[in-house]
């Protein structure tokens, strides 16, 4: 412990590099990122790109080592011919820096069958730990969301069922939202995933997923009207985090269930 720092600020300390996303000791000493950027000695590797938080649509990246990322997520993707090769060759991508950060690729739950396929942000902290989406609060209050329209992850029967997957698989550091570059260099998996699984309709839960699926964000204009995309309906609803942060929301996300129920009650 550095002299003059008691155990609790220390305490402190780690708590707050956890909590964004540092998960591992790696080295003994500390580095200095602003200075390591000046010295090319220290410059991070090769295959990492500079993605900034920007929300509008990313102009398509070519990374230091010549790689388009985009076109190496679509030549994968299309490589797979179902969703466990799906699930690996998510895993093997090596051009997400998201990738590095993470315990765990979280690649979907649920019934692969089910005619209902929710797409939500990214893993949190207990995904990560995981390995497995929609685990933490979050992931309880969207259980208790669809059970209440007959819908459950664990259902082995396919009209009853729900598959569950994320924009991104990694966690992003701090919980932070994915960046465009990062949706757009994940999104050719994200659609080989949802042509593998095949479902009727599609789930987008909140803006992120909406940004990543239909190019699009404002979730309160967006959310109760059936779009198509990638061949198939898509509804947009609030994300259930939104929900535990404004319980008030819970009317609107109430009535987009029940257009969901309807609409499978036509397709039954
Ligand atoms: N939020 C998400 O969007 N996905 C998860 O898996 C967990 C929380």
Redesign the pocket.
Known sequence: MTAGMDWHLARALLEWQVELGATEAIADAPIDRFTARADPTLAPPESSTTPTPTRAAPARTTLANGVDPVSAAEAMAAAAPDLPALAEAVAAYPHCDLRKGARNT?FSDGNPAARVMLI?????RE?DQRGL??V?A??QLLDRMFAAIGLSRTSPDTSSALYIT?AVPWRPPGNREPTAEELAMLRPFLVRHVELADPAVIVL??NTACQAILGRRGIMRLRGHWTDAIGRPCMPTL?P?NLLRSPENKREVWSDLLEIKARLRKLS
């Open positions: 979280v939500g942000e990214g893993p949190g995904e989406p929609f933490g979050a992931g994320n839960l909140g994300h985090a």
